[in-house]
């Protein structure tokens, strides 16, 4: 693990014999992160702390434990570093607790990081919303407010975060049935197809034709 990093796999709800979009973002970092190549993005550190070697070896014993998975161990390193306003620290941090499954504290967290302006956590509030982890419901709108952020800051996943709420969105207004959201269905597919994502193409393509002949109701 690199200093920060996301949190979950993301993939569109399946409609019929869609496939999910492939790895989008944590799935894909996990398997690129090979042990030999695993270095700690130290610039956070040394622009924010004078004692900076101290700051370094901290964040880097907590990220040797959490991959060990001694979570309290490494709970204790990163609050350590959260608590003084270290967002790449708040991020992992809110990483943790979601790993557990405490999404209080990893929506706390993550959110501490994200008002910094931390792409990876921006992007993992797109991730947890999206999923509806610490919120009542999924919420692909929400998570599409996320994603949109973390994509003008240069977050190289958001892209894929963006189509499959996009898609998502689409498949939310579907569901209802009904024809004024049949044309909301239709405007998020278009999104999601331009994105180039095959299912949301297809489903465009039955949804225009079916409001072309005038009908109500869509079924895959």
């Not at 996943?157 to 959201?181: R, T």
């Amino acid at each position: 693990m690199r200093g920060g990093g996301q949190i979950d796999n993301i993939g569109p709800k399946e409609a019929g014999s869609h496939s999910p979009i492939k790895k989008p973002a944590f799935e894909q970092a996990k398997e690129a992160q090979d042990t030999s190549e695993r270095k700690v993005n130290v610039d956070w550190i040394e622009e924010q702390e004078e004692d900076s070697d101290n700051v370094r070896a901290l964040y880097q014993s907590g990220l040797k434990c959490f991959e060990k998975e001694e979570y309290p161990e490494a709970r204790a390193y990163f609050e350590k570093l959260a608590k003084k306003g270290y967002p790449r620290a708040q991020n992992t941090l809110g990483m943790l607790y979601h790993k557990i499954e405490n999404y209080g504290e990893a929506l706390k967290w993550l959110g501490e990081a994200a008002n910094q302006q931390d792409t990876d956590a921006l992007y993992n509030l797109g991730v947890m919303h999206y999923n509806g982890h610490g919120i009542p419901k999924k919420n692909p709108i929400e998570a599409l407010k996320w994603f949109g952020e973390a994509l003008e800051k240069g977050h190289l996943g958001a892209p894929q975060g963006i189509i499959a709420a996009q898609y998502n969105i689409g498949m939310m207004y579907l569901e209802e049935k009904q024809k004024n959201y049949l044309k909301k269905a239709l405007e998020w597919f278009k999104k999601a197809a331009a994105g180039g994502y095959g299912p949301a193409k297809e489903a465009f393509e039955i949804i225009e034709e079916k409001l072309n002949k005038d009908q109500c109701s869509l079924s895959f």
